[in-house]
């Protein structure tokens, strides 16, 4: 008997908890209502920033065609601790949808383990989890480019610019001799950069010979100060620079202002990204050329996705990979077309 009706409370117990909300906490009832979390690793990065407004510019399209939209977003200033804290806050202000940008890339455990006991789906974007981490839960997508195709795309743009200008080999050794300003060590797209950026013009013919290279973090003064030790050991034979980035293309540019370079005497330079500021500097030539990274593309994407994440409904529009990652591709940017990119 007393068997019978224990049974009979954990039945009950069961029947409980599935009515109010299994073994998380009750997510809000209105599915319809899109409450975007958007938790950021660091809105000083130029590019982040660029990308961070066009995802603001995104949602408020959104709402104009009639979705109620509110969007929170958070910067976590480089602090994975920090990010996980405001993960946790935007789950607690009832944030239906997450949009990570992750400090560490490597570390997103904790902010899927939040997210997974409240049932909020997240997009990573820009900072890609290893796959291992994409595979905890189903509800984890990714936005992004793939690093491979910016790294070749440079090469190729290098290659070409190399074989229309016959100063470029400046010493005339039948090589150029390059440095590279490399993005944050473990950032998907700063190893694989630069390693398919130097691949591609080898196999384009390009004799190349690397004097160095320096960690700027995507960063313009950074890639300044390392700049300037680069010019430091190498006066005078630096034929070119492969930058990871734009920030850091402009940064190298700056080293070489400061030191009172003659335009003649300066290596060809090269970045990736296309932000306001390197289009710029593509337009009056002190970039040699760019790689887009296409920022309203990936806005678009990550706004689509958490419409459609929220409501259900949408996602056979959303072009995936391996069903959680969305890539938007790269475009090479030269002082021929660069003005399409300018909005
Ligand atoms: C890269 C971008 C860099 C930097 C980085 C941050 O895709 O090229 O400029 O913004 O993301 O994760
Ligand atoms: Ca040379």
């Known amino acids: 008997m007393k068997v019978k009706k224990c049974l009979i409370a954990v039945m009950l117990c069961g029947v409980f908890l599935l009515i109010f909300g299994g073994c998380g906490r009750q997510r809000q009832a209105d599915p319809e209502k899109i409450q975007v979390g958007v938790a950021c690793y660091n809105q000083s990065d130029i590019f982040l920033g660029e990308l961070v ?6 949602f408020e399209e959104l709402e104009h065609s009639g979705v109620e939209i509110t969007v929170m977003v958070r910067d976590a ?3 994975q601790r920090a990010q996980d804290d405001q993960v946790q806050e935007l789950i607690d202000m009832n944030c ?5 940008n992750l400090v560490d890339r490597a570390d997103p455990s904790e902010i ?16 890609e989890p290893v796959a291992e981490d994409m595979m905890q839960w189903e509800k984890l997508y990714y936005v992004g480019a793939k690093a491979q ?6 090469g190729e743009l290098a290659a070409e610019a190399i074989a229309k200008d016959g100063q470029a080999d400046r010493n005339r050794d039948g090589k150029i001799q390059y440095v590279v300003l490399e993005g944050e060590p473990g950032h998907q797209d700063a190893i694989i950069r630069t390693e398919s950026a130097a691949d591609t013009l080898k196999s384009k013919g390009v004799v ?4 160095g290279s320096g960690i700027a973090n995507w960063d313009r003064a950074q890639a300044q100060n390392r700049m300037q030790q680069l010019i430091g050991q190498y006066p005078n034979q630096i034929e070119m620079v492969l930058a990871n980035n734009d920030a850091m293309a402009l940064g190298a540019i700056d080293a070489y202002e400061k030191l009172n370079y003659t335009e003649a005497a300066l290596p060809v330079f090269f970045g990736i990204d296309g932000t306001q500021a390197g ?8 970039v040699a050329a760019t790689v887009y990274n296409d920022k309203e593309g990936q806005a678009r994407a990550i706004g689509k996705l958490a419409v459609a994440a929220v409501t259900g409904s949408g996602m056979e529009e959303l072009e995936f990979e391996n069903e959680k990652y ?3 591709p790269y475009q090479k940017v030269t002082e021929e077309n660069v003005r399409e990119f300018l909005y």
């Open 149 to 154: 195709q910016s790294g070749e795309m440079q």
């Open 326 to 328: 969305i890539y938007l």
């Open 53 to 58: 407004s066009c995802l603001k510019q995104q």
């Open 208 to 211: 190349l010979e690397k004097l």
């Open 96 to 100: 239906n949808v997450l949009c990570v």
């Open 279 to 286: 289009l710029e500097a593509v337009i009056d030539g002190k």
């Open 77 to 79: 200033a480089g602090s």
């Open 112 to 127: 899927i383990d939040l997210a997974r006991e409240n049932d909020v789906p997240i997009i990573f974007f820009n900072r």
